[in-house]
């Protein structure tokens, strides 16, 4: 099934994984003098490097761009300022771990268990691998088990000796004048210093741009961190030999800097480039010609800090239900968490704390270098394994049956779809202050339709929400107590304020409500902890004349209106709700549909089929299920969305 026309969006293989490379945004130049910038700007996109300014975390996006990319489906992702965003997850995450500290420290919470690592310091091989991973008994939701455990232990890779090296000399722009430094023939680890600028293709020769190039010689396995520090915005990537770039980081260090952490996948001569960061500039379109640059980006001195390494990897083991909700966060030297399921597989990977997207009520860990949610789906023995740089490392680990289970027997989520326009406090999406959103009957007439077609544009949406969320559900999911009761503002009161009813606004524009956005939602929230949420869908971009995100490019007289925009909203909104129930955003480029697929490649989400007309025999039916987390937001493995959906609608049990 193809999910988006190759007109709207192509495909970028880096690293193995399929990432997004969409067209240049609006107002970028469409030409450089040394090339096509254009070409440059996917290229950069499809790095995983954003191509706007970007900006400090302390400073305010204007009103209208400061829309969450974790909760909102954007109508260009290309837009997004991933440092403004991966500051703000930082400090907003570090503030919420602070403020849960403080909350635990005033309620009678069970002191977790203490697991020490058997593996003796110094040594690995012991537990590095999800074969061998360390139980850690007594843990679980169960009945006399611990539900909390704090993991102490040490990462021992092969020792680094790093030599103190004099910069490298210009030209070496390319991989055929990479720079020598010996890194794995002669040592494992330097540091040195360069100059972006200073070469012949830097602002004071020919302008094409300067690049930094160092040979690498590797060993399937080994684990290469390149950090850069100083006043310069750097961007660090890794080339094969055959001039594929295999890895690339922006900021992953302090600041600007940048910190790449790759493990080598096969072994052979590998080419590691300093760069400094531009818009569309950051690559050449030919590492193997120096001049290849399409102009100059960010210019001045950096330190280079370099080491390749066999790593030491600890897995630990943990028992849980289905549908038990995990959670860790770690401290101390570790940098990367990962959870895989009973067969191995990874579900959860990350290498940030965004945590600051949880509700407040949910009471996952967070405030470490790497924090992981998880939800169940099945019982079995599941690992969680911490890597990074050699030390001691601290990780929580926290398990919780889903939030709705504490509730009295038989109670049932509710969703209420607010078709009507609403006065709502858009602060809470980060948006200005509480706007009036206008009604869904106001956007009729952008396709096509009348006053008298709203009952059934109504009607349909209903149907598909239904389908999407619960039918589905029970069909498919795991959950054999998943309810949700469906309610809308034409035919109920309105119930929002009472207990466990979310609700999600159909109406509105992005003036109206201060935020660039098609939709997006208050939290991410695995287990429905917060039974009570916010989301909207605004209709102004959706029913624009045309456009990648308008209905309209999709409808002719061939289409069946009425089903194709009642399915289309019922999928958007269906989007929103499954971030309230928990899901992060999957892959919008790879081949398998899902609801939870991100902005920017439209029309997949809209149910288009290969006809590229909405409302005819071969749409698609896109549903939760199973596709791999989006490489923009920085997780990794397959992520499970129907039954992290089911789960958070699990019906109370307390009695």
Same mark, same amino acid.
């Given at each position: 099934?193809?999910?988006?026309?190759?007109?709207?969006?192509?495909?970028?293989?880096?690293?193995?994984?399929?990432?997004?490379?969409a067209?240049?945004?609006?107002?970028?130049a469409?030409?450089?003098?040394?090339?096509?910038?254009?070409?440059?700007?996917?290229?950069?996109?499809?790095?995983?490097?954003?191509?706007?300014?970007?900006?400090?975390a302390?400073?305010?996006l204007?009103?209208?761009?400061?829309?969450?990319?974790?909760?909102?489906?954007?109508?260009?992702?290309?837009?997004?300022?991933?440092?403004?965003?991966?500051?703000?997850?930082?400090?907003?995450s570090?503030?919420?771990?602070?403020?849960?500290?403080?909350?635990?420290?005033?309620?009678?919470?069970?002191?977790?268990?203490?697991h020490?690592?058997?593996?003796?310091?110094?040594?690995?091989?012991?537990?590095?691998?999800?074969?061998?991973?360390?139980?850690?008994?007594?843990f679980?939701?169960?009945?006399?088990?611990?539900?909390?455990?704090?993991?102490?232990?040490?990462?021992?890779?092969?020792?680094?000796?790093?030599?103190?090296?004099?910069?490298?000399?210009e030209?070496?722009?390319?991989?055929? *004048?990479?720079?020598?430094?010996? &890194? =794995?023939?002669?040592?494992? +680890?330097?540091? /040195?210093?360069? #100059?972006?600028? %200073?070469?012949?293709?830097?602002?004071?020769?020919?302008?094409?741009?300067?690049?930094?190039?160092?040979?690498?010689?590797?060993?399937?396995?080994?684990?290469?961190?390149?950090?850069?520090?100083?006043?310069?915005?750097?961007v660090?990537g890794?080339?094969?030999a055959?001039?594929?770039?295999?890895?690339?980081?922006?900021?992953?260090g302090?600041?600007?800097?940048?910190?790449?952490?790759?493990?080598?996948?096969?072994?052979?001569?590998?080419?590691?480039?300093?760069a400094?960061?531009?818009?569309?500039?950051?690559?050449?379109?030919?590492?193997f010609?120096?001049?290849?640059?399409?102009?100059?980006?960010?210019?001045?001195?950096?330190?280079?800090?370099?080491?390749?390494?066999?790593?030491?990897?600890?897995?630990?083991?943990v028992? *849980?239900?289905?549908?038990?909700? &995990? =959670?860790?966060?770690?401290? +101390?030297?570790? /940098?990367r968490? #990962?959870?895989? %399921?009973?067969?191995?597989?990874?579900?959860?990977?990350?290498?940030?704390?965004?945590?600051?997207?949880?509700a407040p009520?949910?009471?996952?860990?967070?405030?470490?270098?790497?924090v992981v949610?998880?939800?169940?789906?099945?019982?079995?023995?599941?690992?969680?394994?911490v890597?990074?740089?050699?030390?001691?490392?601290?990780?929580?680990?926290?398990?919780?049956?889903?939030?709705?289970?504490?509730?009295?027997?038989?109670?049932?989520?509710?969703?209420?779809?607010?078709?009507?326009?609403?006065?709502?406090?858009?602060?809470?999406?980060?948006?200005?202050?509480?706007?009036?959103?206008?009604?869904?009957?106001?956007?009729?007439?952008?396709?096509?339709?009348?006053?008298?077609?709203?009952?059934k544009?109504?009607?349909?949406?209903?149907?598909?929400?239904?389908?999407?969320?619960?039918?589905?559900?029970?069909?498919?999911? /795991?959950?054999?107590?998943?309810?949700?009761?469906?309610?809308?503002?034409?035919?109920d009161?309105?119930?929002?304020?009472?207990?466990?009813?979310?609700?999600?606004?159909?109406?509105?524009?992005?003036?109206?409500s201060?935020?660039?956005?098609?939709?997006?939602?208050?939290?991410i929230?695995?287990?429905?902890?917060?039974?009570?949420?916010?989301?909207i869908?605004?209709?102004?971009?959706?029913?624009?004349?045309?456009?990648?995100?308008?209905?309209?490019?999709?409808?002719?007289?061939?289409?069946?209106?009425?089903?194709?925009?009642?399915?289309?909203?019922?999928?958007?909104?269906s989007?929103?709700?499954?971030?309230?129930?928990?899901?992060?955003h999957?892959?919008?480029?790879?081949?398998?549909?899902?609801?939870?697929?991100a902005?920017?490649?439209?029309?997949?989400?809209?149910?288009?089929?290969?006809?590229?007309?909405?409302?005819?025999?071969?749409?698609?039916?896109y549903?939760?299920?199973?596709?791999?987390?989006?490489?923009?937001?920085?997780?990794?493995?397959?992520e499970?969305?129907?039954n992290?959906?089911?789960?958070?609608?699990?019906?109370?049990?307390?009695?």
């Open positions: 099934m193809r999910k988006r026309l190759a007109s709207i969006a192509v495909a970028g293989l880096i690293a193995g994984t399929v990432v997004m490379v067209p240049a945004p609006a107002g970028a469409p030409s450089s003098p040394h090339g096509d910038l254009e070409a440059g700007i996917r290229r950069q996109l499809a790095a995983g490097i954003q191509v706007v300014p970007k900006q400090a302390a400073g305010k204007a009103a209208t761009s400061a829309a969450n990319p974790y909760t909102a489906l954007l109508r260009d992702p290309a837009k997004v300022d991933k440092y403004y965003w991966s500051e703000q997850a930082r400090t907003r570090a503030a919420r771990a602070q403020q849960k500290t403080a909350q635990k420290g005033l309620a009678a919470v069970a002191n977790p268990i203490i020490d690592e058997a593996e003796p310091k110094g040594t690995h091989g012991s537990n590095d691998s999800h074969a061998t991973a360390e139980l850690i008994k007594g679980g939701t169960g009945k006399k088990l611990n539900n909390r455990v704090r993991v102490l232990g040490q990462l021992s890779p092969e020792t680094v000796s790093p030599s103190a090296l004099n910069p490298a000399t030209d070496d722009g390319s991989i055929p *004048l990479a720079y020598e430094f010996g &890194l =794995g023939s002669l040592r494992n +680890g330097f540091t /040195t210093t360069g #100059t972006i600028g %200073d070469g012949p293709h830097g602002s004071a020769g020919d302008g094409s741009g300067d690049f930094d190039f160092a040979k690498v010689h590797a060993r399937a396995g080994q684990q290469l961190v390149a950090g850069t520090s100083g006043a310069l915005d750097t660090v890794l080339y094969d055959g001039g594929v770039l295999v890895a690339s980081d922006d900021d992953s302090p600041g600007l800097s940048s910190l790449l952490d790759f493990t080598i996948p096969a072994t052979g001569d590998y080419f590691l480039m300093v400094g960061y531009g818009l569309g500039t950051v690559l050449p379109e030919d590492p010609d120096s001049g290849s640059g399409l102009g100059t980006g960010r210019e001045g001195a950096y330190n280079l800090d370099v080491s390749l390494a066999f790593p030491d990897l600890d897995f630990y083991a028992d *849980l239900l289905a549908g038990d909700v &995990l =959670g860790g966060s770690v401290t +101390g030297v570790g /940098t968490l #990962t959870v895989r %399921d009973p067969g191995g597989r990874i579900v959860f990977g990350s290498e940030q704390d965004a945590s600051f997207i949880y009520a949910a009471p996952l860990p967070g405030g470490g270098n790497a949610s998880y939800v169940a789906p099945r019982g079995g023995r599941y690992t969680v394994e890597g990074g740089l050699a030390g001691q490392y601290d990780i929580t680990v926290e398990a919780y049956r889903p939030g709705p289970e504490a509730l009295d027997q038989g109670t049932t989520q509710t969703l209420f779809l607010d078709f009507d326009g609403a006065r709502v406090n858009t602060a809470i999406f980060g948006g200005p202050g509480v706007r009036q959103l206008s009604p869904l009957q106001g956007f009729l007439g952008r396709w096509g339709l009348t006053a008298a077609d709203e009952d544009v109504i009607d349909q949406v209903i149907a598909a929400v239904r389908e999407n969320i619960l039918a589905d559900a029970k069909a498919r999911g /795991t959950d054999p107590r998943v309810g949700l009761t469906i309610l809308n503002s034409r035919d009161a309105d119930p929002f304020g009472r207990p466990n009813v979310h609700r999600i606004v159909v109406g509105g524009t992005i003036d109206e201060g935020i660039d956005t098609i939709g997006i939602a208050q939290y929230d695995p287990g429905n902890f917060a039974t009570e949420d916010s989301a869908v605004l209709l102004d971009t959706l029913s624009d004349p045309s456009g990648a995100a308008s209905l309209n490019t999709y409808i002719t007289p061939a289409s069946n209106k009425i089903k194709f925009i009642g399915r289309a909203l019922g999928n958007v909104i989007h929103e709700a499954g971030h309230l129930y928990g899901n992060f999957t892959d919008p480029l790879n081949e398998t549909p899902n609801l939870m697929d902005g920017g490649a439209f029309p997949g989400l809209f149910g288009v089929g290969p006809d590229n007309v909405g409302g005819t025999a071969d749409d698609f039916d549903d939760f299920g199973e596709d791999v987390y989006t490489p923009d937001e920085g997780l990794a493995g397959t499970d969305t129907l992290t959906t089911a789960w958070a609608l699990v019906k109370g049990k307390a009695k």
